[in-house]
């Protein structure tokens, strides 16, 4: 006889209470612009100019009967809970987080300051949730723990052409020995290649290689913002300064290429211009200070 094998694994959730919670964001929309259609799915690739001219609003559409034939009394328990995480930059941003003790929030609008990595990148991941706020014990089949979820929605959207087309690898002590690096080597950048060059999915124009340990601290939360900070700096700093990345013969910017996202996020109010990114690449002590600056680096350190 053969044994009987289930096809599609199914997550195990011990929460039979909370059941009915698990389709409340399920009529959720999500509009990247005014005047779009709602996005379809939970994966959607967009080109260059919709990821520059997003402006992502959220429309709920919890209900007060929705929420009070869910929860009940519990609902003052509860938030909602929405986060912008962007995975090459190693960043989880809390965009709002609203308590369901009160009415649901009818649109959220996602702040163009923190779509700043996001579009720097070309991916992000938008998340929903619906948390317990607090420690309770709420009763049989229902969450106890701070931050458990019982509804949950994630949104990814990406570039089809990356533009940062910066690979990230983790710097074992082996892989450091092997490429004569010093046992603490923090960061190292290999590999760069023509800046202003389209890449295609898949492809890069450098390699930075980041300490093991703290990468997977900085991936895991563990680690103040102002690490994933710092390891971006130093990758934007190697590579602005390397010989052969085709600034310096650069003449015109190539749009869609890493060279143009970085001239726009490289300053925090306008785009900076080709020839102001190359009297910094001449001042290495300034192209530091205006990458810091980008990065926001001094106010995450104060928070340390």
Known sequence: MNAWVRSQPKTLRP????QAAEGLLA???LFLKFGDAPVQGNRLIVDDSQMADMAPRLYPKLSEERINAVFGERRAAFDLIVTLRTPQMLRRELVERFSLGEEAPECIEVPQHLLKDAKLTGLFELGVSICLSKEID???GWPSH???WVAKEVYTIGL?????AFRLLPLTEELAKSLHLPKGTFVYVDDIEDLNTVYDEGTSCA???VSEKVLLSSAAGKSAAAVAALIWSEIASAILLA???GVSEAEEVTGGSPLEAILENLRADQSLSL???KNLIKDPVRLRAAVHDSRGLVKDLEKV
Do not use: V
């Open 15 to 18: 929460y039979f209470g909370a």
């Open 27 to 29: 009529e959720m929309e």
């Open 138 to 140: 709420l009763g049989p």
């Open 146 to 148: 701070l931050g458990s």
């Open 160 to 164: 089809d052409r990356r533009q940062s």
């Open 207 to 209: 390699t930075a290689y």
């Open 243 to 245: 010989d052969g990345n």
């Open 275 to 277: 020839s102001e990114l």
